[in-house]
């Protein structure tokens, strides 16, 4: 929006050259975001409070310590982090580029999808929400309809093809299996960092990495300078992801804040889902589906100890891990929350450092 109305202005006004420039407005979406979060953050967190008087509903089959630190704590944090990322893109991304609403619509319908399950959660006092299938079923439609929507906005031969990390000018044509591909990434992003969400500061760290990472892949594709340097396949207007990129750093880095051990809000399905929709349709547009699953290796880990937990269980009666996702596992090995966080922060770094090496390793 700002850009729509002050960049018109700047043969007048020399300073409003900057909103020009998508770093410069990145910069801004960061301290917008922060700010709302601050300032939206207290009041929130004590509305939901007052609404929900016992908090989010605690899993009796979880570890037993979180029955004793968690109760109480209010769930549905999510939406402030919807309402500093959608905010703060308003207010400084180009709101003529199509990729920026197609992110924008999903973040929002998955944010709408985690929303009602948390409700449901909260009504029926149990931590079972919308039905799995159900749920699942309307996240394959937002996800498939935003691959229909990037399938003609995309030029060829970008759209509908899947680049490689570490080959240049390399694009396997997937023909219209690009939808069912693409739908698989944003679907299985979203509920990777679902699966993430389990202790205090523990999704949300590893995201805002992955969206920091996203920040300067995007704007690097998006770039043609750059994008021929380091022989990345350019997507025209994929740079302006940049700005999205950059207010979800500053509302994770504010959610963060309120977050932190001991968490006062959790963000529940309605942050978990919008957060891992976004990751995976950028990573759609800005053909790095195959990067995300590096950068977000923890989501992936995370996920594949439910897949390898269930999958032996039905299998064999017996269980890989004491409990499943991964974190529980070191729960009940004995390992503080804190440190298990932290560790996992430090993995995530290390994936991500991973990832963004596949930049230059060509």
């Given at each position: 929006m700002l850009y729509w109305l002050l960049y018109p202005l700047a043969g007048r006004f020399g300073a409003f050259n900057l909103f020009r420039y998508i770093t410069f407005r990145s910069g801004g979406a960061v301290v917008t975001a922060l700010i709302i979060s601050f300032l939206v953050g207290p009041r929130l967190i004590g509305w939901l409070k007052a609404k929900q008087k016992e908090g989010q509903p605690i899993r009796l089959d979880g570890p037993e310590g979180h029955l004793l630190r968690k109760r109480g704590t209010p769930t549905m944090g999510g939406f402030l982090i919807l309402l500093a990322v959608i905010v703060s893109t308003l207010l400084w991304a180009d709101l003529s580029n199509p990729y920026v609403w197609v992110v924008l619509l999903v973040t929002a319908a998955f944010g709408v999808i985690g929303f009602f399950d948390d409700y449901m959660k909260l009504t029926n006092r149990s931590h079972n929400g919308v039905a799995a299938r159900a749920k699942l079923a309307l996240e394959i439609v937002v996800a498939a309809a935003a691959c229909v929507a990037l399938a003609f906005i995309m030029p060829a031969p970008l759209a509908n093809s899947l680049a490689v990390p570490f080959f240049k000018n390399v694009l396997f044509e997937l023909g219209w299996f690009f939808i069912p591909f693409g739908s698989l990434v944003i679907v299985g992003a979203a509920n990777a960092v679902n699966l993430t969400d389990g202790l205090d500061g523990l999704a949300i760290g590893p995201a805002m990495i992955a969206a920091g990472c996203f920040v300067l892949i995007a704007y690097l594709v998006g770039n043609s300078i750059f994008a021929n340097y380091l022989e990345l396949h350019h997507v025209p207007g994929a740079g302006e992801l940049?700005?999205?990129?950059?207010?979800?750093?500053?509302?994770?880095?504010?959610?963060?804040?309120?977050?932190?051990?001991?968490?006062?809000?959790?963000?529940?399905?309605?942050?978990?889902?919008?957060?891992?929709?976004?990751?995976?349709?950028?990573?759609?547009?800005?053909?790095?589906?195959?990067?995300?699953?590096?950068?977000?290796g923890l989501f992936v880990l995370e996920a594949v100890s439910v897949i390898v937990q269930v999958a032996s269980f039905k299998l064999t009666g017996r269980r890989i891990f004491r409990m499943a996702p991964l974190h529980h596992h070191f729960e009940q090995k004995g390992w503080e929350e804190p440190t298990i966080v932290i560790r996992f922060w430090i993995i995530a770094s290390i994936l991500a450092i991973a990832g963004l090496a596949t930049l230059k390793l060509r």
């Open positions: 940049a700005v999205f990129c950059s207010a979800m750093v500053g509302a994770s880095l504010g959610f963060l804040w309120f977050n932190a051990p001991p968490a006062m809000v959790f963000m529940g399905d309605t942050g978990s889902l919008a957060i891992g929709g976004a990751l995976g349709t950028i990573s759609v547009v800005i053909k790095h589906e195959l990067v995300l699953a590096i950068i977000g």
